[in-house]
């Protein structure tokens, strides 16, 4: 079957290298002429996936239409603040009734919608059969072939079923859930909470502030996943729990080293001028205003957006955290 990759970052890059030694017909897209002409000589991505040799078989192109054109399924793997211009854009390419398996975590900013909605709009008249792929996974390791598990989010059981079985081998295991919306919210608000992590750690504060926040950050992601439909249950899986730890802890987590410089006295000005680009930066503004919207009490990021947005002393925003008043777990 031909599998078309939409964004050649480091998972889209890496997704489509695993679907590639799957033995699938395997198309990477990405907008950059110059970076598609390097995977081609070099078999190698060594802009966001460095020191990963790709399978001969990858094929790869800076030409949509070439990557599309006869693909039964396409996985999205654009920033999620540019995943409705980047469908809007391509919509003329894809066929009736798409299979659309979205592998990007955020929330977009202006609209505060997630990425089943954005598709679904952006979209509209495709009828697109819907996915959200979602868990613990850096793009490096799974390219290393260590082994990894994720999770499919899919009400479609027979859609599930089918893209379950053609990304799994002996290093990659797949899972289903029909409740793809706790899927697609727990991999963007987990980027939050890892930002926090980071500052905690920056701080120097220790095993047991970044213990309490996954934890207490599992709670505010339920709460609004809840709020918006999701099954509660689902932030305690892949893609809640686990994708949080792995963010939390992992130095390979780009929003932990983010929360991290932050700690450690850098502006997000002088972040930002590194090209450490973290989807938990937006994310974590878009998440606060639809916590507001919602009214959905998230104490752990709107102090991560005061840090960000307010340019809130991280210390002040850990007192403030800790002194508020006291209730029951």
Not at 220 to 234: F, H, I, K, Y
């Amino acid at each position: 079957m031909k599998i078309a990759v939409i964004g050649a970052g480091a998972w889209g890059t890496a997704l489509a290298n695993t679907l590639a030694r799957n033995n699938h017909d395997a198309s990477l897209w990405g907008r950059s002429a110059e970076l598609i002409d390097e995977i081609k000589k070099t078999g190698r991505n060594t802009i966001y996936l460095p020191n990963c040799d790709l399978s001969k078989k990858l094929k790869c192109d800076c030409d949509p239409a070439k990557v599309m054109d006869g693909a039964e399924y396409f996985i999205l793997v654009v920033p999620s603040q540019f995943m409705r211009s980047s469908l809007i854009s391509l919509k003329h390419l894809f066929p009736k009734n798409p299979a659309i398996i979205c592998a990007s975590k955020g929330i977009e900013l202006n609209s505060g919608a997630p990425m089943s909605q954005v598709i679904e709009e952006a979209l509209e008249g495709l009828n697109p059969r819907y996915g959200h792929l979602s868990g613990p996974t850096f793009a490096y390791e799974l390219s290393a072939q260590k082994p990894t598990s994720i999770v499919l989010g899919c009400e479609d059981e027979e859609l599930g079923k089918e893209v379950q079985a053609f990304f799994a081998n002996n290093y990659l295991r797949v899972y289903t859930n029909p409740d793809f919306r706790g899927v697609e919210l727990g991999g963007a608000i987990k980027n939050v909470m890892a930002i926090a992590a980071g500052i905690a750690d920056g701080l120097n504060f220790g095993n047991n502030a970044r213990a309490a926040l996954i934890t207490r950050g599992i709670t505010e992601m339920s709460r609004l996943g809840v709020a918006m439909g999701a099954n509660p249950a689902t932030f305690m899986g892949l893609s809640g729990l686990g994708d949080l730890i792995l963010t939390c802890t992992g130095d390979l987590s780009r929003n932990r080293q983010v929360g991290l410089k932050l700690g450690q006295g850098l502006k997000l000005s002088e972040i930002l001028k590194m090209r450490m680009v973290a989807e938990g930066v937006k994310t974590a503004e878009s998440v606060h205003t639809l916590a507001k919207k919602l009214g959905v009490e998230m104490p752990i990021t709107e102090q991560v957006y005061k840090i960000l947005y307010k340019d809130k002393d991280p210390d002040k925003a850990v007192c403030d955290l800790m002194e508020r008043d006291l209730k029951p777990e």
